[in-house]
């Protein structure tokens, strides 16, 4: 059986903390840094550079009246004061579980409010090592090995 996309599957974990009260209609985008492949021409002939994996960066919107908004800024203070980095597990509506370890936050983006919708803020969360697993297709498997 496949689960089919369910955005209310989409969660966000913090240094333990289920982050609360996504705005409206958010995503998270999620984006991988480095690992592009170039083309290039040497002495010797062609050939293919590929980039060092440098892990992934993370976005998410929170309404403005987020209960989260406060562990955020707690966790940005404490990071700033020489705090350590911290493990940010991302589940998509897809069961797709992002993983990324040693995460650290930046200062939020602007504050987007006055508009019909109730206001909003953006968060960016920054790894150099993160992973990726399929919860569907690992429970797929695991069902079709027993039967």
């Known amino acids: 059986?496949?689960?089919?996309?369910?955005?209310?599957n989409m969660s966000l974990t913090i240094d333990g903390v289920n982050i609360q009260d996504f705005h409206e209609g958010a995503t998270f985008v999620y984006t991988?840094?480095?690992?592009?492949?170039?083309?290039?021409?040497?002495?010797?002939?062609?050939?293919?550079n590929i980039a060092a994996n440098q892990?992934?960066?993370?976005?998410?919107?929170l309404r403005e009246t987020s209960?989260?908004?406060?562990?955020?800024?707690?966790?940005?203070?404490?990071?700033?004061?020489g705090g350590a980095g911290v493990t940010v597990v991302a589940r998509t509506g897809?069961?797709?579980?992002?993983?990324?370890t040693e995460g650290y936050i930046s200062r939020p983006g602007q504050l987007s409010t006055g508009d019909k919708k109730q206001g909003s803020m953006q968060f960016t969360i920054t790894s150099a090592e993160d992973e990726t697993a399929n919860l569907s297709s690992a429970s797929e498997q695991l069902l079709?090995?027993?039967f």
Do not use: C, H, P
């Not at 991988?32 to 293919?48: L, R």
């Open 32 to 48: 991988w840094d480095g690992g592009e492949v170039d083309k290039t021409q040497g002495t010797d002939g062609a050939g293919i």
């Open 144 to 146: 079709s090995s027993l």
């Open 55 to 61: 892990g992934a960066t993370l976005q998410f919107t």
């Open 67 to 81: 209960r989260s908004i406060k562990f955020l800024s707690d966790l940005r203070l404490r990071q700033e004061n």
């Open 94 to 100: 897809a069961d797709i579980l992002l993983t990324m």
């Open 1 to 8: 059986m496949r689960k089919v996309y369910n955005q209310k």
